[in-house]
């Protein structure tokens, strides 16, 4: 089936540093999510984007991190800067519509914070 | 407080055999989704079914079905017919309404370890 593509798969970088996580998400689909999954624990929500915007944000996404998609490019998560806490999985998913679709995940990007 | 609890850390099943998982789900919405998914060793994440809260049947994908307790707010996943490669965590994930419909809340998860 469609696929959510996500670049790189891991991530190591430097405390105070800025990374950006790259999502394609299915070619179709409408709205963007980003969530974030420390080792072994739920999944937690951090945003969703839609039409070129936030559309919600949780208590995770603190101000040091922003999404965007401009046209035709990658959805990404940047985090500036960078901060031990931030080491986690990190999910983009996708889906068509906002009702009841269903999310097609990517395969997560592993970033450690040294 | 937690909108989605799996008390299920792990469970261990011998293959062949059919395992259910539980969840319960809190939320004060009339219309809402209630889905399970499965995490792979690899951490890949895959869709595995979904239950509208509006209807009635529980509903069923392959080997996959659902117990959806309404009243209970209950929502177990049924797999029958385990096979070695079920052994995965299981997620349970509800999606509400207005304003929040566009988030997805998971539980904790439940480690399957099907052995043959």
Redesign the interface.
Known sequence: GPKVLQIPSHQIIDMGQMVTLNCDPVSNHLYFYWYKQILGQQMEFLVNFYNGKVMEKSKLFKDQFSVERPDGSYFTLKIQPTALEDSAVYFCASSFASSNSDYTFGSGTRLLVI | AQKVTQTQTSISVMEKTTVTMDCVYETQDSSY?L?W?KQTA??????LI?Q?SYKKENATVGHYSLNFQKPKSSIGLIITATQIEDSAVY?CAM?EGM???????????TKLTVEP
């Open positions: 989704f889905f998914y690899s951490g890949e994440i895959v869709f979904r509208d997620f999606r304003p929040n419909y566009n988030v997805l809340y998971f539980g904790s998860g």
